[in-house]
């Protein structure tokens, strides 16, 4: 297995624009999880899904964030219109279930830079 | 909701000498407590866990221990060698319906040589 997938891996735009983030999971895990990393705030939890269900999304930070899964093995984090405060890696996660000792396997992260 | 406190933030040490690393919790309904190494540019990977029936676990030179009653949990490294520079994150998985673990800060562990 690859593990988690994630595209691009860079991505600089500009202020206002609408960016796009990609994950592909594990393939037969059924939790996935998008962070946030930045040195002021560390990583920070956006979006939890489970079984292409959304659970808990209350680390969204605003309406500009928007996250789907419209299958297992897809997911997208999007930002519309992008800030330059939105600069960060962000990662994806998957796990295989939604039990109590799940270890979270990352992607390799998209490092965002909105100028 | 859980809160995970991490200390230090950064940890410079020698090589062969050993590293510490401390984090406490808020909810006492936690269970499991993941440790993850973030080398630089690379992304979070899990060196070691323990659930909360065990004190204390161990692997070659790392070890966690866990303190149920205070409410807190440690990262051992011994015998640090450069390859262990890095970011490193506890986590705690609380209860509640949803085990969505809630990650420390992270320290920054320097090894120099």
């Known amino acids: 297995d690859a593990g988690v997938i994630q595209s691009p891996r860079h991505e600089v735009t500009e202020m206002g624009q609408e960016v796009t983030l990609r994950c592909k999971p594990i393939s037969g895990h059924n939790s996935l999880f998008w962070y946030r990393q930045t040195m002021m705030r560390g990583l920070e939890l956006l979006i939890y899904?489970?079984?292409?269900?959304?659970i808990d999304d209350s680390g969204m930070p605003e309406d500009r964030f928007s996250a789907k899964m419209p299958n297992a093995s897809f997911s997208t984090l999007k930002i519309q219109p992008s800030e330059p405060r939105d600069s960060a890696v962000y990662f994806c996660?998957?796990?295989w279930g939604a039990g109590r000792y799940e270890v979270q396997f990352f992607g390799p992260g998209t490092r965002l830079t909105v100028l | 909701g859980e809160n995970v406190e991490q200390h230090p933030s950064t940890l410079s040490v020698q090589e062969g000498d050993s590293a510490v690393i401390k984090c406490t919790y808020s909810d006492s309904a936690s269970n499991y407590f993941p440790w993850y190494k973030q080398e630089l540019g690379k992304r979070p990977q899990l060196i070691i866990d323990?659930?909360?029936?065990?004190g204390e676990k161990k692997d070659q030179r790392i070890a966690v221990t866990l303190n149920k009653t205070a409410k807190h949990f440690s990262l051992h490294i011994t015998e640090t060698q450069p390859e262990d520079s890095a970011v490193y994150f506890c986590a705690a998985n609380a209860s509640g319906g949803s085990y969505i673990p809630t990650f420390g800060r992270g320290t920054s562990l320097i090894v120099h040589p």
């Open positions: 996660a998957s796990s």
């Open positions: 323990i659930r909360s029936n065990v």
């Open positions: 899904f489970n079984n292409n269900v959304p």
